[in-house]
């Protein structure tokens, strides 16, 4: 059985003390395609780290994440749009819009997004895209940008139904589907009942977001299980008819 984790930041400080650890103990569990996503110019020599360590499991993507949106945005666009040229990727990611925290960039949040799109069509490449409290933003600039070659997933996603209906009439993305899936009162179980199994990839968004039973704590990528089990739970179906169906999807938007 193979699980893929479409979104871990497997390179962040909280695992310095046992990163090759923790990722083994992944692999050993079944969750053996783990897609990473980039924040910055700071996450860039991790992130290759990892890929390199462990090329047939990690698969690195390049991008700004909307949270690294300040003064100095349009040098951290040259640094994605440099690498982009020089060796291979699998998505432009994660960007987005994030007005969770701070409006102060907004409108920045929206020209790197839209700029980091049209870059990834350049490439030829999915995106995966970061939305807090914007999806509406969000959503604006990928429809404007739409066509029959644009695909990626709407990370993280907690959305209401018809959020999902209209990331899903898009035609060629998925919905993120972690942690949150386990909280009490999330909501997200209503949506996934809703949607068909076709639509979803599976995440972690290691460190962050821990399914229950490990609420609170530091997530990580062989945590997949929890989430995949409850998706099963709530479609009715068996394990691992969830772990063939959301990895086909995995590949349907990577491409490997």
Known sequence: MILTDTHTHL????????????IRRAISGG??????PNIDSNSIPGLFALAKEFPENCFPMMGLH??????????????????????????VGEIGIDLYWDKTFKEQQQYAFEFQVKL???HGLPIVIHT?????????????????????IFHCFSGTREEADKVIAL?????GIGGVLT???SGLDKVVEHVDLEHLVLETDSPYLAPVPHRGKRNESV?????????????????EQVAIVTTENSRQVFGI
């Open 171 to 175: 035609g060629g993305f998925k919905l």
């Open 31 to 36: 969750v053996s395609r783990l897609f990473l």
């Open 223 to 239: 945590y997949l299980r929890l989430v995949a089990e409850k998706v099963a739970e709530i479609k009715k179906e068996s394990l």
């Open 11 to 22: 390179y962040a400080d909280e695992f310095k003390d046992d990163r090759s650890e923790m």
């Open 66 to 91: 909307p949270c690294s949106v300040n003064e100095e945005f349009q040098k951290e666009l040259k640094v994605v749009e440099h690498w982009l040229m020089q060796r291979t990727f699998y998505a």
């Open 183 to 185: 909280f009490k009162n």
């Open 120 to 122: 990834a069509k350049r």
């Open 132 to 152: 807090r409290n914007a999806f509406d933003e969000a959503y604006e600039i990928v429809e404007r940008n739409n066509d029959k070659d644009l695909k990626g």
